[in-house]
């Protein structure tokens, strides 16, 4: 599935370059949103979306700009959804059907409270809960929007990087496999240790 979604992205971004930043921003946002960013694999997107700036199909400073942009504004309408919905959140069909998404959200605010917003970001199950619980329990705008951008300026990054070095670590091996197999046999043979070393601890 993850290779079909990085397909299809990948193509998408290369019928229409001069909307790159857009789609990145629409990814992002949408994988940010309360019940739709708990279901979309978001790791998994901007992993990919990561591989795209290490073969030059994406700018990185552009792409992470507008990453965290998109993530900004996902976690902001959550808020916002929260702050104007109040109580009644906890009335949607599909928070009833899964009931300990709320509860852990809500548990977890309670533990870190505003730095929650912050520390959220970077927790897959709860990414996308906090914001919203945010703004259910009435957090007050001036405090959550400085926290909110924060976060999105350092979560876009750490997404986006991995994947980045990822494509570049297979260019790599994949050119060397090609001009010459000694570095392709010391790359098997460390990898092998390693594997021995952390078997044995």
């Known amino acids: 599935m993850f290779a079909e979604l990085l397909d299809t992205f990948t193509q998408l971004i290369n019928q229409h370059p001069t909307w790159a930043g857009l789609i990145v921003f629409l990814v992002a946002m949408v994988e940010s949103l309360a019940i739709i960013g708990v279901v979309i694999p978001g790791v ?15 700018d990185m400073a552009s792409t992470v700009m507008w990453a965290a942009a998109g993530a900004s504004f996902g ?10 919905y109040d109580k009644k959140i906890y009335t949607i069909a599909w928070f009833k059907n899964n009931p300990d998404v709320l509860k852990n959200g809500h548990e977890f605010f309670e533990k870190y409270g505003a730095i929650s917003i912050l520390i959220g970001r970077f927790i897959g199950p709860i990414r996308a809960i906090i914001p919203l619980i945010a703004g259910i329990l009435d957090m007050p705008t001036k405090h959550y929007i400085p ?16 994947g980045f070095f990822f494509g570049k670590s297979t260019t790599l091996i994949t050119t060397n496999l090609e001009n010459g197999w000694p570095f392709t046999l010391l790359f098997a043979v460390l990898i092998w240790a390693f594997y021995k070393i952390l078997k044995q601890r």
Request: charge should be neutral; hydrophobic fraction near 55%.
């Open 44 to 58: 998994a997107i901007m992993f990919g979306v990561g591989t795209l700036i290490s073969n030059g199909t994406l």
């Open 75 to 84: 976690d902001g309408l959550s808020f916002a959804l929260g702050k104007h």
């Open 147 to 162: 926290t909110n951008l924060i976060a999105s300026a350092l979560w876009a990054p750490a997404y986006l990087i991995p």
